[in-house]
């Protein structure tokens, strides 16, 4: 079946870097990926969507130049946290739809944790 | 704008038993999807049943299925004979337009043995 992987899995980093989340569709195209944030025992919620091709479309309240999404290939969406701070430590989560279109199954990758210190 | 919710932050089955997990959501739309997803302690999402909104049977899959009340906005899961590997978060999903999710807050399920 379809696969979506992240990658780093885990990442620790110190405030005021950068970091970068890659997400793929490994064996199929994804015009659109989605990417959630989801904190300690609460749900998640959508950050983005990201388009490839075009600009990300941000959910209100998303700092859309501290959470810089790219989606410069058909099976590759990147997130890149900017200046990271201590509060954006989080499990982040992205997804794509299989190529079916919209009554495909969504896939998620496994997460990605960002811990900053 | 879509809400979701779930009112069992927590729920606990004996294994081999029967649970049913609750939701209820909010949407003007005519049009969407509903899923029941699982979170394991792994993070993986897992995606358990699906419910097409125009499609008034309700999904099964196994030993999971689901109660479906379009009027009222219902939403239920119920999970037959269960098993010490379904003990996870499970989230009530909505999709509506554009592909866009919208999740209840989880509801935590112990399976004990």
């Known amino acids: 079946g379809a696969v979506v992987s992240q990658h780093p899995s885990w990442v620790i980093c110190k405030s005021g870097t950068s970091v970068k989340i890659e997400c793929r569709s490994l064996?199929?195209?994804?015009?659109?990926m989605f990417w959630y944030r989801q904190f300690p025992k609460q749900s998640l919620m959508l950050m983005a969507t990201?388009?490839?091709?075009?600009?990300?479309?941000?959910e209100q309240g998303v700092e859309k130049d501290k959470f810089l999404i790219n989606h410069a290939s058909l099976t590759l969406s990147t997130l890149t946290v900017t200046s990271a701070h201590p509060e954006d430590s989080s499990f982040y989560i992205c997804?794509?739809?299989?190529?079916?279109?919209?009554?495909?199954?969504?896939?998620f990758g496994e997460g990605s944790r960002l811990t900053v210190l | 704008a879509q809400t979701v919710t779930q009112s069992q932050p927590e729920m606990s089955v004996q294994e081999a038993e029967t649970v049913t997990l609750s939701c209820t959501y909010d949407?003007?739309?005519?049009?969407?999807?509903l899923f029941w997803y699982k979170q394991p302690p792994s993070r993986q999402m897992i995606l358990v049943i699906r419910?097409?909104?125009?499609?008034?049977q309700n999904a099964t899959e196994n030993r999971f299925s689901v109660n479906f009340q379009k009027a009222a906005k219902s939403f239920s899961l119920k999970i037959s004979d269960s098993q010490l590997g379904d003990a996870a978060m499970y989230f009530c999903?909505?999709?509506?337009?554009?592909?866009?999710?919208?999740f209840g807050e989880g509801t935590q399920l112990t399976v004990n043995p």
């Open positions: 999903v909505q999709e509506t337009s554009g592909s866009r999710l919208t």
């Open positions: 990201s388009n490839e091709g075009s600009k990300a479309t941000y």
């Open positions: 064996d199929f195209q994804a015009t659109t």
């Open positions: 949407t003007s739309e005519s049009d969407y999807y």
């Open positions: 997804s794509a739809r299989a190529p079916e279109g919209h009554t495909g199954e969504l896939f």
């Open positions: 419910q097409e909104a125009y499609k008034q």
